[in-house]
């Protein structure tokens, strides 16, 4: 006879209801369905005009792939963090931080404009050519997110007053401190834009009004 005492029967029990609790767990693990692995996507956008297709990492930001998968590397990379300003583009006309959006949230035509795009057949952009008038950089490294988020703040409007220009660029920093000179040629550029349009919109109704005659 078996000489059974308390321990030994508690701990059988233990061990065969472990396994028949695992078992059915076990089973079911060579059921499941393989999961999606796939960790890379092929982003399609225009950037500076010019349709691209972009074969990136699913974890690629949008800073990056400009900078190492299209070769455009004028948009620095300053904090990774969306705290400095210094990767600003323009995604289909808004401003963007590119450290802090992914590439793929892009797939599907959006039209990005980096500072290599301000250019137009050879010339610079107005407001290229005020931060060349007013010295409106030193080192140069925050000035293409400057240029981008200037574009972006003459494009929305918010050149009322300089008080106003601060507020709207508050959000990219010039170590350099040439934070006075920036505003004052994003001004310029802004009235110069104001000019030029009224200028076209009057040359516009001299035309029409020639043509009555």
């Given at each position: 006879?078996?000489?059974l005492?308390?321990?030994?029967?508690v701990?059988?029990?233990?061990?065969v209801?472990?396994?028949?609790?695992?078992?059915?767990?076990?089973?079911?693990c060579?059921?499941?369905?393989?999961?999606?692995?796939?960790?890379?996507?092929?982003?399609?956008?225009?950037?500076?005009?010019?349709?691209r297709?972009?074969?990136?990492?699913?974890?690629?930001?949008?800073?990056?792939?400009?900078?190492?998968?299209?070769d455009?590397t004028?948009?620095?990379?300053?904090?990774?963090?969306?705290?400095?300003?210094?990767?600003?583009?323009?995604?289909?006309?808004?401003?963007?931080?590119?450290?802090?959006?992914l590439?793929v949230?892009?797939?599907?035509?959006?039209?990005?404009?980096?500072?290599?795009?301000?250019?137009?057949?050879?010339?610079?952009?107005?407001l290229?050519?005020a931060?060349?008038?007013?010295?409106?950089?030193?080192?140069?490294?925050?000035?293409a997110?400057q240029?981008?988020s200037?574009?972006?703040?003459?494009?929305?409007?918010?050149t009322?007053?300089?008080?106003e220009?601060r507020?709207?660029m508050?959000?990219?920093?010039?170590r350099?401190?040439?934070?006075?000179?920036?505003?004052?040629a994003?001004?310029n550029?802004?009235?110069?834009?104001t000019?030029?349009?009224?200028l076209?919109?009057?040359?516009?109704?001299?035309?029409?009004?020639?043509?009555?005659?």
């Open positions: 006879m078996v000489d005492n308390r321990r030994t029967f701990g059988a029990s233990i061990a209801g472990g396994v028949v609790a695992t078992a059915p767990l076990l089973a079911g060579g059921e499941d369905q393989p999961a999606n692995t796939a960790t890379s996507s092929v982003v399609r956008v225009r950037i500076n005009g010019e349709a297709e972009i074969a990136v990492d699913n974890r690629t930001s949008l800073l990056d792939m400009l900078r190492e998968r299209a455009l004028g948009t620095k990379k300053g904090c990774d963090q969306g705290a400095c300003g210094a990767c600003t583009i323009l995604v289909d006309g808004q401003r963007v931080i590119s450290c802090l959006t590439a949230m892009h797939d599907g035509g959006a039209d990005i404009t980096t500072i290599e795009g301000l250019e137009h057949n050879g010339r610079l952009h107005p290229q050519q931060f060349i008038d007013e010295d409106a950089f030193q080192c140069g490294y925050c000035t997110g240029l981008m200037g574009v972006g703040c003459i494009k929305e409007g918010h009322g007053s300089p008080a220009i507020e709207w508050s959000g990219n920093i010039c350099c401190g040439a934070y006075t000179n920036i505003v004052t994003v001004a550029a802004a009235r110069n834009a000019t030029l349009r009224g076209s919109s009057t040359t516009r109704m001299l035309t029409g009004c020639a043509s009555d005659i």
